[in-house]
């Protein structure tokens, strides 16, 4: 699609109150350039929700999220900012994620306005020729090839060719003697799309598969060379549903698989990518959504401020701080190579890329042609007090005091922990709040 025109781009800075008007309003004349135009206010901002602790607590809507959103969409149905759903869940297709918003919030969504953990993998179309193996819940193999997949494997596949491999649960034990069905063709790459139903039999048969090098009628080879490319998305440790406490989330199986698969072989894990938040990846995908919903909209005015609402201090308030520091550096006019380069390699250990080896140079890689340039300038942190992080008293005054009551790192293993990218930039009590206070800086008044 075309690349957003920079059109008027000292509009924002002529319509502060100073000069007399409302921030984001087009009047009869352009103060930039003089054009005639309508009296419709129109954003230079976008917003990217959290879903789960910010709008819901798993099929509860959090009551603030109505009001936010009677705020954000007009008489006619249409959002008065671009809007993105940005969401670590993996267990559905877009459509299915956007048709359940739509219903718990009142308000008509896009699946074009809804990014999943696994949304990314579009992009990594030199597996979609391979032989891949999923793993998760829901309807893994649909999603998968709605992604672009073309040979897609379950775990419950290869349980049923291989039924001597799920030993741990006595029940499902074969009765009688089992022979090897066998006939799956040989698995080339594994896909770690959620936290599946049963963790044993998963744990079990992606270890068998990169203990074997996806051939599943031979024995375990402790090797020396590189497992099979291993993509996994969505790394919450932890996630907010309708319970007092936080439950286990996806990133708690990945430290079991990682666990596990060092314990046996000595070695680290590697991953080939890890998606999802706080990926660089993801919010380099959402700025482009709120970037193609402003051309479609037609509105003139660049998107140059994004604002990140979440309730997670390891993955969405350090997504967006990630995200913002990326654009800062690009702003700024340093290296591309070495900023995204940094970002690709984010973690201490050094046994991770969050984006795949090919996609590294963004400059003139495939991020860069497929999604264009992004025009924003900065990406805000929210953090808002629903969900995952929940304060020890009233909501703090200082974003230092919220890291402050976070002693444990639980992010990625591969995701260094620095104070500063857990720092959020507001700190506010709901998603109702956060919309306000947003407005408020942005000095934004919709009609």
């Known amino acids: 699609m075309k690349r957003l025109l920079p059109i008027c781009r000292g509009l924002r800075a002529l319509s502060q109150p100073q000069a007399g008007r409302r921030a984001g309003v087009v009047g009869s004349q352009c103060g930039f350039c003089g054009t005639a135009s309508g009296t419709k206010p129109q954003p230079g901002f976008g917003l990217l929700f959290d879903i789960d602790g910010v709008l819901v607590r798993g099929r509860m809507p959090i009551p603030a999220a109505k009001k936010a959103f009677q705020k954000l969409v007009n008489s006619q149905g249409q959002f008065v900012v671009p809007v993105v759903f940005v969401t670590n869940a993996g267990n559905c297709l877009r459509q299915t994620k956007a048709d359940q918003l739509a219903h718990i919030l009142g308000v008509p969504i896009s699946q074009d306005q809804v990014i999943m953990s696994h949304s990314p993998l579009r992009m990594f179309k030199k597996y979609h020729e391979r032989c891949v193996l999923v793993s998760g819940q829901g309807p893994v193999l649909d999603i998968a090839k709605h992604l672009g997949f073309e040979k897609v494997v379950s775990i419950d596949m290869l349980r049923e060719s291989f039924p001597l491999l799920d030993m741990v649960d006595h029940n499902r034990r074969p009765k009688l003697p089992s022979i090897t069905v066998g006939n799956l063709p040989k698995v080339e790459a594994v896909i770690l799309f959620g936290e599946p139903v049963r963790w044993e039999t998963n744990l079990q048969l ?85 970037r193609s919903q402003a051309e479609e909209r037609q509105w003139k005015l660049p998107i140059t401020s994004l604002y990140a609402i979440g309730d997670n201090l390891m993955t969405d308030i350090y997504g967006a701080n990630l995200y913002n520091r990326y654009l800062e550096k690009r702003a700024s006019g340093k290296n591309l190579k070495a900023v995204t380069k940094m970002m690709a390699a984010t973690g201490s250990t050094g046994s991770a890329a969050t984006v795949p080896q090919e996609e590294v140079e963004m400059t003139d890689g495939a991020w860069e042609s497929e999604l264009a340039s992004p025009s924003a300038t900065s990406c805000c942190s929210v953090l808002v007090c629903t969900g995952v992080y929940k304060p020890s008293g009233e909501v703090p005054s200082s974003a230092k005091r919220c890291v402050r009551e976070t002693t444990v790192f639980h992010g990625h293993r591969d995701f260094s922990f620095d104070p500063v990218l857990v720092e959020p930039g507001h700190i506010v009590h709901d998603v109702a709040d956060a919309v306000e206070l947003i407005f408020q800086k942005e000095k934004f008044v919709p009609q």
């Open 206 to 290: 992606i270890m068998d598969v990169l203990l074997t090098n996806g051939n599943l009628t031979g024995a375990h080879q402790i090797q020396t060379q590189p497992h099979l490319p291993l993509l996994a998305c969505n790394m919450d440790l932890l996630w907010m549903a309708e319970a007092q406490s936080p439950r286990f989330g996806h990133g708690t199986f990945l430290v079991c698989l990682e666990n596990i698969y060092k314990k046996i072989t000595g070695q680290e894990m590697k991953y080939e990518a890890l998606m999802g938040k706080p990926s660089e990846m993801t919010y380099h995908f959402a700025e482009y959504l709120i």
